[in-house]
């Protein structure tokens, strides 16, 4: 089937499965996390489906006890019983591989989870299908490569992997990753699947994170308004007025949405609080903003690269990275940093077929305030340039 495609987080969790009792494969809903993890798993049980929900609720202890392992439990986030007695079971039975666990939110959002599990799960955490995958190809190893070697590992010649055009990126934007929902042929079923996935999402998943009696339509409205100003300076008080919704529940908000994997919270390098953020799916956000444009943007450019780049470094297994931005006030912009080796890479791209004046400035602003860095400028054209020893500009399709 065409959403049965390889993902890379595949030898991640299968090598979690031999050093832990528990693994945890959270993510996105519809990314596929059913999918990949019944590939694995010996049984399997949705709390999706009310019975198995029952059960597990009514006899939690029964319901986990003598399966075959490793025993799969979808959606485990529905059952706060449930972790009480896996945490009981793991502290007799320390024999790794046994429970698998899919879930839709992050686990450390709900208490019963936080409490039961911590030291005693590996967490995974599998991204909306990346354009690599949906290509059925491996990860390119070159952004990893730069970053950990410097720019003296630019190879001399670069091919991009697939011929591609912007017409490419502008289809990711639209169908996004969820495999459930981006293969389907017809735009008016895709729409429906995007309506049943929001219900879902804002009647049920968001309310299991934080306590909210506005309705939906209302938390419609404001991830709508979110998808339309990714990318941007978060200013609290103009959505307040927008959403007629409060700063205080609007943060609350926020932090669920994150916890949902809908949005992803970026600072700027070297600040902790999230100034700015992209969604987690780019055809998502493509549906909630209901922006229709046949020509690319650089939102869109950006929100692509954002939603590709990182996997190199999301699926290397122990690697630890975060992600940035960077402005100044006069005028500068990195849209994306990837800080992982002890130093900050910045990604700039530009709908120029080269590197533009304002992407030059903006890469000089930002090695000259973080000397250990590099920067890319990554343009729509053909041609790789070294542009110094820390900055080069290149083609989006030789680092996808």
Not at 18 to 25: E, P, Y
Not at 210 to 215: D, G, N, R, S, Y
Not at 328 to 353: E, H, S
Request: aromatic residues 8%; contains cysteine.
């Amino acid at each position: 089937m065409p959403h049965e495609r390889k993902r890379h987080l595949t030898p991640i969790v299968v090598q979690a499965l031999k050093a832990s009792s528990i693994v945890g494969v959270i993510g996105h809903r519809q990314t596929g996390k059913t999918t990949l993890c019944e590939h694995l798993s010996q049984d399997m049980r949705t709390l999706d489906r009310e019975e198995d929900l029952i059960l597990c609720e009514s006899g939690p202890n029964d319901f986990i006890s003598n399966r075959p392992a490793p025993f799969m439990i979808d959606e485990c986030q529905l059952s706060p019983r449930l972790f009480p007695a896996l945490k009981d079971y793991v502290r007799t039975h320390k024999k790794p591989g046994q429970f698998l666990l899919t879930g839709s939110i992050r686990f450390t959002s709900r208490k019963a989870i936080r409490e039961s599990l911590t030291g005693r799960v590996l967490i995974t955490e599998l991204l909306p299908m990346t354009w690599s995958e949906s290509h059925s190809l491996p990860l390119n190893p070159l952004l990893i490569e730069l970053h950990q070697k410097g720019l003296s590992a630019l190879p001399r010649e670069l091919k991009p992997r697939l011929s591609e055009s912007e017409n490419g990126m502008l289809r990711y934007l639209e169908l996004g990753g969820l495999p459930g929902i981006c293969f389907g042929r017809n735009a008016q079923h895709r729409a429906s699947k995007f309506r049943t996935h929001l219900d879902t999402l804002l009647d049920r998943d968001l309310r299991l994170i934080v306590e909210t009696t506005l309705p939906k339509m209302t938390l419609l409205a404001l991830i709508s308004t979110l998808a339309r100003t990714q990318g941007s300076i978060l200013h609290w008080e103009s959505l307040r007025r927008e959403t007629g919704i409060s700063t205080i529940t609007l943060k609350k908000l926020f932090s669920a949405l994150e916890a949902l994997f809908l949005i992803r919270p970026m600072s700027q390098l070297g600040q902790s609080t999230p100034d700015t953020f992209y969604f987690e799916d780019a055809g998502l956000a493509k549906f909630l903003a209901n922006q229709s444009s046949e020509f690319l943007t650089l939102q869109g450019f950006t929100h692509f690269l954002f939603c590709n780049l990182r996997e190199g470094y999301h699926y290397t297994d122990g690697l630890q990275y975060s992600t940035h931005s960077y402005r100044t006030r006069g005028g500068a912009y990195v849209p994306l940093i990837f800080q992982a080796f002890g130093r900050p890479l910045a990604i700039i791209p530009t709908l120029d077929r080269q590197a533009s004046l304002s992407s030059l400035k903006s890469a000089e602003s930002f090695l000259k305030a973080h000397p250990s860095g590099y920067a890319l400028i990554v343009h729509l054209g053909k041609e790789t340039k070294v542009l110094h020893t820390r900055l080069a500009s290149l083609p989006w399709n030789v680092l996808i």
